[in-house]
């Protein structure tokens, strides 16, 4: 279908799916899910179809992990839309009223943002999950997936729109773009008027090209040059497992550790022991001068390294002589996702939880912890790295805007 | 200066800003009234600088009226700063605080933007108005105004920076690209990473460039094709004054009313008694087929008149045979900034409220009152017609993020 035509199909079903009753949209949730099984084998010949063109492409083996669905993957996508029926519809919620002088009631009540575009990449379980958080917030969503992936997201996306249809709902809730033309994907960027925001999901270069190129409202997500600090007061002990979780508990995970900062009064004592429990799950260390004086042997740090979200087995790790210059160096290099300072002076932990721009900020915990579902939010569809609409994890309730409703019995403005 | 180094001077100085005490802030703000005060011949004389060359190059009589200062509008550009100190400071305010079943104490805590980029035209108070509500809601600004106010706005800064430096307040709180290059203002959308949120305040022209061209976050203010419907159900009494209100008590402004969608029902009734009260007023009315039956001697309007914001003294008429018919109408031209409903059926009216996709829906009232200072909001930076964010008057709140503040003690994800 033409692109234009997509964005008028989605802005006509976004009236009907903003005042969707909720138990209509959880049963088309649970439709959803079962549709999903029923067409498991059609999901996974689709997608065996995208593993074999990978394969003959050369496609780099992780990749193709990313891109190959198994029954547990179909039915993983399925338990999730189950589960965002399960949480609370967060539209119509009541956020503010008040009663004017005048007599006008003003009401601020949460509205779905209308039509959501999510471009990602290789995942694609990640046309179930969008399609769910979408819909469940009350919003059509417009999907444009990787080309690698364009028979498993149409196979996905035919039965999450047939499951719709047979629930009496317009399928348009959920499109896919199925032309893998870069222009269309340039021309996805600026239907003003059609969508009212994109979200990127993937890497920082898909990221950097949709900041780039789109006219229509994005949210920056993801990309997460994650610092711990260990303060001169840090407890050593505990400062192992953290440092060892953040690091290299998922490694390719944008809330993962990719730098240790130093306090220099700690650097002799704490850094062999920290180097020889990380050596031991093949982490390369990658250090400045007083770094590499500590632990012999290391890598020396460049001035890139401090800017490099590594999503590999690689820290790097930099010495300060005060708590100040930990707070900038960090406030300089991180890309203001999480961090995380470790420290038994509550004083200085909530200066650098103060000071830390960051949208996480962590005092004595791994910054492994940003994340939708750790945060209780029940469901996650990307983590905001920018200031404007919602910062950290966004559920639900970050899918949605609110407007003013205002009553009055005949009121001018004098 | 060059922009890359005020963008850097921005970033220096906003974490001082975004830990400021309230009353530090409402200290300098007060000064910074003063110092306008005492300034006044200097600001003054700049203006009448502007105004000569405006006048010169045969500027349009109405935009030199905006450009002009008076005594007056100076004094009230300190009054202005005065207000902005008494308003309650948004930045520490606890959003939402739980703890998760690991212990970790999770806060959300709402916090300054950071740098905004304000992109503005002629009037020259904007300049005093944005720093004020900036700085008291803890954020860096850069402005760029118009090039025909240079001089006024280059005084105005003078002297609030001279002021800060007096309150020993790092002056870069606030910054005016005196550079009118067009090459430079297009650098300054693109400085990501220095600015955190740009903010058009001006025509239809202005904004569209902004959003074409910014890869900062936007957000859109401003444009308003604002409805008013009169509904088969409408008291007719109440519905000729509200409508005289919205289009004509101000007719320049944003939230003025351009549109009359009318019931067939009424129609006949109606519209000769509301067009003899607009003609008297001098307004013109440009109505569909139906319209100029009921009103003869009305201009014929054209497909273009219902998509146009006139800020003139021009209303459209269209004609419809049901709520519905009007809603839809409504909702493909309106710019969903405000659009109101007539009508003495709540029900009808509540059908109206839930499904009209703009910023501020109103029963019963004139659509003049979407403004910071009728919400009760002591302030506004502009009125926003996207989703994102913030949506209708942005006053200090509107000027903020959030992020997220965790407290452990050693947790580690599993």
Same mark, same amino acid.
């Given at each position: 279908?033409?692109?234009?035509?997509?964005?008028?199909?989605?802005?006509?079903?976004?009236?009907?799916?903003?005042?969707? =009753?909720?138990?209509?949209?959880?049963?088309? %949730?649970?439709?959803?899910?079962?549709?999903?099984?029923?067409?498991? *084998?059609?999901?996974?010949?689709?997608?065996?179809?995208?593993?074999?063109?990978?394969?003959?492409?050369? +496609?780099?083996?992780?990749?193709?992990?990313? %891109?190959? %669905?198994?029954?547990?993957?179909?039915?993983? +996508? @399925?338990?999730?839309?189950?589960?965002?029926?399960?949480? =609370?519809?967060?539209?119509?919620?009541? !956020?503010?009223?008040?009663?004017?002088?005048?007599?006008?009631?003003?009401?601020?009540?949460?509205?779905?943002?209308?039509?959501?575009?999510?471009?990602?990449?290789?995942?694609?379980?990640?046309?179930? *999950?969008?399609?769910?958080?979408?819909?469940?917030?009350?919003?059509?969503?417009?999907?444009?997936?990787?080309?690698?992936?364009?028979?498993?997201?149409?196979?996905?996306?035919?039965? !999450?729109?047939?499951?719709?249809?047979?629930?009496?709902?317009?399928?348009?809730?959920?499109?896919?773009?199925?032309?893998? *033309?870069?222009?269309?994907?340039?021309?996805?960027?600026?239907?003003?008027?059609?969508?009212?925001?994109?979200? =990127?999901?993937?890497?920082?270069?898909?990221?950097?090209?949709?900041?780039?190129?789109?006219?229509?409202?994005?949210?920056?997500?993801?990309?997460?040059?994650?610092?711990? /600090?260990?303060?001169?007061?840090?407890?050593?002990?505990? @400062?192992?497992?953290?440092?060892?979780?953040?690091?290299?508990?998922?490694?390719?995970?944008?809330?993962?550790?990719?730098?240790?900062?130093?306090?220099?009064?700690?650097?002799?004592?704490?850094?062999?022991?920290?180097?020889?429990?990380?050596?031991?799950?093949?982490?390369?260390?990658?250090?400045?001068?007083?770094?590499?004086?500590?632990?012999?042997?290391?890598?020396?740090?460049?001035?890139?390294?401090?800017?490099?979200?590594?999503?590999?087995?690689?820290?790097?790790?930099?010495?300060?002589?005060?708590?100040?210059?930990?707070?900038?160096?960090?406030?300089?290099?991180?890309?203001?996702?999480?961090?995380?300072?470790?420290?038994?002076?509550?004083?200085?932990?909530?200066?650098?939880?103060?000071?830390? *721009?960051?949208?996480?900020?962590?005092?004595?915990?791994?910054?492994?912890?940003?994340?939708?579902?750790?945060?209780?939010?029940?469901?996650?569809?990307?983590?905001?790295?920018?200031?404007?609409?919602?910062?950290?994890? +966004?559920?639900?309730?970050?899918?949605?805007?609110?407007? /003013?409703?205002?009553?009055?019995?005949?009121?001018?403005?004098?």
């Amino acid at each position: 279908m033409e692109l234009m035509e997509m964005g008028k199909a989605a802005a006509a079903v976004k009236y009907a799916l903003a005042c969707m =009753p909720e138990e209509e949209k959880n049963r088309a %949730l649970l439709a959803a899910a079962d549709a999903l099984m029923q067409d498991m *084998d059609l999901i996974l010949q689709a997608n065996e179809k995208d593993v074999r063109d990978g394969e003959a492409k050369g +496609m780099h083996p992780g990749l193709v992990d990313r %891109l190959r %669905l198994t029954p547990e993957r179909v039915e993983a +996508m @399925a338990e999730g839309l189950r589960q965002v029926s399960s949480l =609370p519809d967060p539209v119509g919620e009541v !956020l503010d009223s008040f009663v004017r002088p005048n007599g006008l009631k003003i009401e601020k009540r949460r509205v779905p943002l209308g039509v959501i575009g999510i471009i990602y990449e290789s995942r694609p379980n990640v046309t179930a *999950d969008a399609f769910g958080l979408c819909f469940k917030s009350g919003n059509a969503c417009i999907l444009k997936g990787g080309s690698d992936a364009l028979s498993s997201n149409l196979a996905i996306t035919n039965s !999450l729109r047939a499951s719709l249809e047979k629930c009496g709902i317009c399928p348009d809730a959920v499109q896919l773009i199925a032309d893998t *033309d870069r222009v269309v994907t340039e021309q996805f960027m600026r239907m003003n008027g059609y969508v009212d925001v994109l979200i =990127p999901r993937g890497g920082a270069g898909l990221i950097r090209t949709v900041v780039e190129h789109s006219t229509v409202p994005v949210i920056e997500t993801g990309t997460g040059n994650c610092h711990i /600090y260990v303060d001169e007061f840090a407890d050593l002990a505990k @400062a192992i497992p953290i440092i060892l979780n953040a690091k290299t508990q998922r490694i390719g995970v944008c809330n993962a550790c990719e730098s240790l900062v130093i306090h220099e009064a700690v650097r002799e004592r704490f850094l062999p022991a920290l180097a020889q429990t990380l050596r031991e799950k093949n982490v390369e260390l990658r250090g400045d001068e007083r770094a590499l004086e500590a632990v012999p042997g290391m890598t020396a740090a460049t001035e890139e390294d401090f800017g490099t979200e590594y999503l590999d087995y690689i820290l790097s790790i930099k010495t300060v002589d005060s708590l100040e210059e930990a707070i900038s160096h960090i406030n300089r290099y991180s890309t203001g996702h999480s961090d995380a300072i470790l420290t038994e002076d509550t004083e200085r932990a909530e200066r650098f939880l103060n000071e830390v *721009d960051s949208a996480c900020v962590y005092a004595n915990a791994s910054t492994r912890f940003t994340d939708g579902f750790e945060f209780g939010f029940g469901a996650e569809i990307g983590i905001s790295t920018q200031k404007l609409h919602a910062r950290g994890p +966004m559920g639900l309730k970050e899918l949605t805007s609110y407007k /003013y409703v205002i009553r009055g019995n005949g009121q001018i403005r004098k």
